[in-house]
């Protein structure tokens, strides 16, 4: 069956640590993205790539870092400098323009 | 700039109807979605508008109005698998998508 999926599904790390959430896809979509999403609140887009070896900062690029080294593969790192990186990430992907988004099931990262 | 506008929660009997509403101002328009998301869950999509008008799917319909800014999700026959979050995304001109804040559906029976 063709999906996404993120891992891992649930994380813990400390103030100043870098982690890394995996996304994979096995669709054969172009576009992925990356979204945060805080309780209550909408999905805010941190990081796109429309085609491999090449993204995009969306609205709340700061504090992350994504590589798209793989077609398949779309990973991001939420690096010490994010300030508040407790949050609900999401992971996601379409053919080409976000027509129709097809997300993983998502990442929970809680900073203690 | 963006801006979204849907109601934070509403609450629904089973059976009834409820037309959740979303209203935008964006740079641009390319098209309008709905998705349903339940909790702790991702997204799912639901509906997409581009033109003015219905559009009919099952027991889901959505409407656009470009002119007004405005769209909306109907829900007929309410079940209480349908009570999750339901997020209206605009489509920019620049072909990137900006999310509502999402509006939460309660179902009581």
């Known amino acids: 069956d063709g999906g996404i999926t993120q891992s891992p599904k649930y994380l813990f790390r400390k103030e100043g640590q870098n982690v890394t959430l995996s996304c994979e896809q096995n669709?054969?979509?172009?576009?992925m993205y990356w979204y945060r999403q805080d309780p209550g609140q909408g999905l805010r887009l941190i990081y796109y790539?429309?085609?491999?070896?090449?993204?995009q900062k969306g609205d709340i690029a700061e504090g992350y870092s994504v590589s798209r080294e793989k077609k398949e593969s779309f990973p991001l790192t939420v690096t010490s400098a994010q300030k508040n990186p407790t949050a609900f990430y999401l992971c996601a992907s379409s053919i080409d323009r976000p027509r129709e988004l097809f997300f993983g099931e998502g990442s929970r990262l809680t900073v203690l | 700039g963006q801006n979204i506008d849907q109601p934070t929660e509403m609450t629904a009997t089973e059976g009834a109807i409820v037309q959740i509403n979303c209203t935008y101002q964006t740079s641009g328009f390319n098209g309008l979605f709905w998705y349903q998301q339940h909790a702790g869950e991702a997204p799912t999509f639901l509906s997409y508008n581009v033109l003015d008008g219905l559009e009919e799917k099952g027991r889901f319909s959505s409407f656009l109005s470009r002119s007004k800014g405005y769209s909306y999700l109907l829900l007929k026959e309410l079940q209480m698998k349908d009570s999750a979050s339901y997020l209206c995304a605009v489509e920019n001109a620049g072909n990137m998508l900006t999310f509502g804040g999402g509006t939460r559906l309660m179902v009581k029976p």
């Open positions: 790539s429309q085609i491999v070896n090449d993204f």
């Open positions: 669709l054969n979509h172009d576009a």
